[in-house]
């Protein structure tokens, strides 16, 4: 009976995910964890890591002009065919972006500490009333922030697949690239 609890962890384990960068068909690749994987689409390269299962995404130019990532052209379709924004930026001649999906929320850090309090309390009627005082301790640690841009802070789900529509311009000119990458199980 004493080793059940280790039992049951051992029987839950941790799940753990990778992705599959399966558009373009003749870019097929596996991201995993030791190394980046290599997607060259003419102009631009896209290096694919798996990291605390999240994808890392680095976009490379390698040209010796700059190139723009059109935010507002661009889009991502998560597994819910929901539309999700990308942010806008430009990309320097032998420069790279890195890009983290799904996007991990801001957090502030809390160091917690000797917290004094008072407080009124009103609970029924007009007779009933309460008044309180508490002295308590937090422990601290990281504390999300509410209120965030749902459509760029969203969930891969599960094993979805993902489509990413980025947009882009350089000399004049204005190109597109769509990649489509699952998530799965390992």
Same mark, same amino acid.
């Given at each position: 009976?004493?080793?059940?609890?280790?039992?049951?962890?051992?029987?839950?384990?941790?799940?753990?995910?990778?992705?599959?960068?399966?558009?373009?068909?003749?870019?097929?690749?596996?991201?995993?964890?030791?190394?980046?994987?290599?997607?060259?689409?003419?102009?631009?390269?896209?290096?694919?890591?798996?990291?605390?299962?999240?994808?890392?995404?680095?976009?490379?130019?390698?040209?010796?002009?700059?190139?723009?990532?059109?935010?507002?052209?661009?889009?991502?379709?998560?597994?819910?065919?929901?539309?999700?924004?990308?942010?806008?930026?430009?990309?320097?001649?032998?420069?790279?972006?890195?890009?983290?999906?799904?996007? =991990?929320?801001?957090?502030?850090?809390? $160091?917690?500490?000797?917290?004094?309090?008072?407080?009124? /309390?009103? +609970?029924?009627? *007009? #007779?009933?009333?309460?008044?309180?005082?508490?002295?308590?301790?937090?422990?601290?640690? =990281?504390?999300?922030?509410?209120?965030? $841009?749902?459509?760029?802070?969203?969930?891969?789900?599960? /094993?979805? +697949?993902?489509? *990413? #529509?980025?947009?882009?311009?350089?000399?004049?000119?204005?190109?597109?690239?769509?990649?489509?990458?699952?998530?799965?199980?390992?």
């Amino acid at each position: 009976m004493r080793y059940l609890p280790f039992l049951f962890l051992l029987l839950a384990g941790c799940t753990h995910y990778e992705y599959d960068l399966n558009q373009p068909l003749d870019q097929r690749l596996h991201a995993g964890t030791k190394e980046f994987a290599t997607a060259k689409i003419d102009p631009l390269r896209y290096e694919l890591i798996t990291a605390e299962n999240r994808l890392v995404m680095e976009i490379r130019n390698p040209t010796d002009q700059p190139v723009a990532l059109a935010g507002d052209k661009s889009y991502i379709l998560d597994g819910s065919s929901r539309s999700r924004s990308v942010q806008g930026i430009t990309i320097a001649p032998g420069s790279y972006v890195k890009f983290i999906f799904p996007p =991990p929320k801001p957090y502030v850090q809390d $160091d917690g500490g000797f917290r004094v309090g008072m407080g009124v /309390e009103t +609970a029924g009627g *007009f #007779h009933d009333r309460n008044v309180g005082t508490g002295v308590g301790y937090d422990t601290g640690g =990281p504390r999300r922030i509410g209120n965030l $841009d749902e459509n760029y802070y969203w969930e891969w789900d599960d /094993e979805d +697949a993902v489509k *990413f #529509h980025f947009a882009y311009t350089s000399d004049g000119k204005s190109f597109a690239h769509d990649l489509v990458i699952k998530r799965t199980k390992t």
